[in-house]
């Protein structure tokens, strides 16, 4: 299209990221990067990493959306972040399949579909991203179940009203939990004095999806802690290193740190939980807990109430209803997804034993980890103040 345009954009038009004036009805045309990998291709040439970069950046430039209020279409990676959508489609397509017979189930449920998560997850930890994946793949997985007890198991008059009312309460209950956490671990502001100038701090990048060079290059660790801070020469600045973060340029208070995901400082880092799509900190740390309790309890309530729905109490005959389940489409799908969020409360178990530990001597993930890489386990001695008083502080955030 023309490369020049006078004049304010119409809803449909933008500028690429190429400067020029396109129109989204021109989201197929001229696609010199996807052109040039085809012909290649066709010539039995490989392709390279940075080509797929330019055509998957070519792509999203072009998937717009109208926007009226001016400043022409939003590209919609700016809009939403395009990882809940995976966990959407995938899960439930997944489950369909482990229904189709026992040996898919072992396979998908056990091999696949961890297998996938984890290498995913290990890509997210390479490059620092922050990905809303791991969250829409939680609550995918928690709506999916209570889905199929309304649609399927309720119906059939197999729970009573009150345990229905009563799941129900508890699938509401995990959502107030989940957004309190979202809210936020509290933030590390800094007032500077008016007789100085001072660095501000640096702000978040509101990309979707954004890495941070910065961090990146600044910071040695995921969440870092302020005694792997950069060292900085004396007087450079007007406060230690023990407390100064460098990436964000202001002072910190005790046992805060700065997470490379996020780009801020929080007070007292626990841990960036990608599956919540936030940090963990002083602020929001209880609500955690609380989430993770409601999780498992509403996983292995409504996991084996499913499986004692469909197989009685007759344990002995439980292997064999188990392959006779797969005879009705509509009964393996319950069971295989009983079977899967049996399996995820059980794992999120794992999560919240560890967590009730640290909390039980007083100490973060963060700093348990660092401690072990940096030989200053004895350090964490100092913070542990006794089972009930840590339990106290805690339960009534009365947190350093």
Same mark, same amino acid.
Request: include cysteine; charged fraction near 20%.
């Given at each position: 299209?023309?490369?020049?345009?006078?004049?304010?954009?119409?809803?449909?038009e933008y500028?690429?990221?190429?400067?020029?004036s396109?129109?989204?009805?021109?989201?197929?045309?001229?696609?010199?990067?996807?052109?040039?990998?085809?012909?290649?291709?066709?010539?039995?040439e490989?392709?390279?990493?940075?080509?797929?970069?330019?055509?998957?950046?070519?792509?999203?430039?072009?998937?717009r959306?109208?926007?009226?209020? *001016?400043?022409?279409a939003?590209?919609?990676?700016?809009? #939403?972040?395009?990882?809940?959508?995976?966990?959407?489609?995938?899960?439930?397509?997944?489950?369909?399949?482990?229904?189709?017979?026992?040996?898919l189930?072992?396979?998908?449920?056990?091999?696949?579909?961890?297998?996938?998560?984890?290498?995913?997850?290990?890509k997210?930890?390479?490059?620092?991203?922050r990905?809303? &994946?791991?969250?829409?793949?939680?609550?995918?997985?928690?709506?999916?179940?209570?889905?199929?007890?309304?649609?399927?198991?309720?119906?059939?008059?197999?729970?009573?009203?009150?345990? &229905?009312?009563?799941?129900?309460?508890?699938?509401?209950?995990?959502?107030?939990?989940?957004?309190?956490?979202?809210?936020?671990? *509290?933030?590390?502001?800094?007032?500077?004095p008016?007789?100085?100038?001072k660095?501000?701090?640096?702000?978040?990048?509101?990309?979707?999806?954004?890495?941070?060079?910065?961090? /990146?290059?600044?910071?040695?660790?995921?969440?870092?802690?302020?005694?792997?801070?950069?060292?900085?020469?004396?007087?450079?600045?007007?406060?230690s290193?023990e407390?100064?973060?460098?990436?964000?340029?202001?002072?910190?208070p005790?046992r805060?740190?700065?997470?490379?995901?996020?780009?801020?400082?929080?007070?007292r880092?626990?841990?960036?939980?990608?599956?919540?799509?936030?940090?963990i900190?002083?602020?929001?740390?209880?609500? &955690?807990?609380?989430?993770?309790?409601?999780?498992i309890?509403?996983?292995?309530?409504?996991?084996?109430?499913?499986i004692?729905?469909?197989?009685g109490?007759?344990?002995?005959?439980?292997?064999p209803?188990?392959?006779?389940?797969?005879?009705?489409?509509?009964?393996?799908?319950?069971?295989?997804?009983s079977?899967?969020? #049996?399996?995820? *409360?059980?794992?999120?178990?794992?999560?919240?034993?560890? /967590?009730?530990? #640290?909390?039980?001597?007083?100490?973060? &993930?963060?700093?348990r980890?660092l401690?072990?890489?940096?030989?200053?386990?004895?350090r964490?001695?100092? #913070?542990?103040?006794?089972f009930?008083?840590?339990?106290?502080?805690?339960l009534?955030?009365?947190?350093?």
């Amino acid at each position: 299209m023309d490369d020049s345009k006078d004049g304010p954009l119409c809803c449909c038009e933008y500028i690429n990221h190429n400067g020029e004036s396109s129109h989204i009805l021109a989201i197929c045309c001229d696609c010199e990067d996807l052109d040039g990998a085809c012909d290649s291709l066709l010539k039995g040439e490989a392709i390279g990493d940075e080509t797929v970069n330019l055509i998957s950046e070519d792509v999203l430039d072009r998937i717009r959306i109208p926007n009226p209020f *001016g400043g022409g279409a939003k590209r919609i990676d700016h809009i #939403l972040d395009l990882t809940i959508f995976p966990p959407i489609l995938c899960l439930p397509l997944g489950i369909y399949v482990s229904a189709l017979n026992p040996v898919l189930t072992l396979i998908v449920c056990f091999v696949v579909a961890p297998l996938s998560i984890y290498w995913y997850y290990r890509k997210v930890l390479k490059h620092r991203k922050r990905t809303q &994946f791991f969250m829409s793949w939680a609550l995918t997985s928690f709506a999916s179940m209570y889905t199929l007890m309304v649609l399927v198991i309720y119906p059939e008059d197999v729970i009573s009203q009150p345990e &229905f009312a009563a799941m129900t309460l508890l699938f509401v209950f995990f959502h107030v939990c989940f957004f309190n956490t979202k809210r936020g671990a *509290g933030s590390v502001t800094y007032d500077p004095p008016s007789n100085g100038i001072k660095s501000k701090p640096k702000q978040p990048s509101r990309k979707r999806n954004h890495v941070n060079l910065d961090s /990146q290059l600044q910071e040695p660790s995921f969440c870092q802690d302020h005694h792997e801070a950069v060292s900085i020469t004396e007087g450079d600045q007007p406060h230690s290193t023990e407390n100064w973060c460098q990436v964000c340029q202001i002072p910190r208070p005790p046992r805060a740190g700065h997470c490379r995901i996020c780009s801020r400082c929080f007070p007292r880092l626990d841990h960036h939980c990608v599956w919540l799509d936030c940090c963990i900190g002083r602020e929001n740390h209880r609500s &955690f807990i609380l989430c993770l309790l409601v999780f498992i309890l509403g996983c292995l309530w409504g996991s084996l109430r499913v499986i004692v729905i469909l197989f009685g109490g007759d344990e002995e005959e439980f292997l064999p209803m188990c392959l006779e389940v797969y005879a009705s489409r509509t009964s393996a799908i319950v069971f295989v997804s009983s079977l899967y969020v #049996l399996g995820s *409360g059980i794992s999120v178990t794992s999560l919240l034993l560890h /967590q009730v530990w #640290l909390i039980s001597h007083n100490w973060t &993930f963060r700093e348990r980890r660092l401690a072990k890489v940096t030989n200053s386990e004895s350090r964490l001695s100092e #913070l542990d103040k006794g089972f009930f008083k840590n339990w106290q502080n805690f339960l009534f955030g009365n947190l350093e």
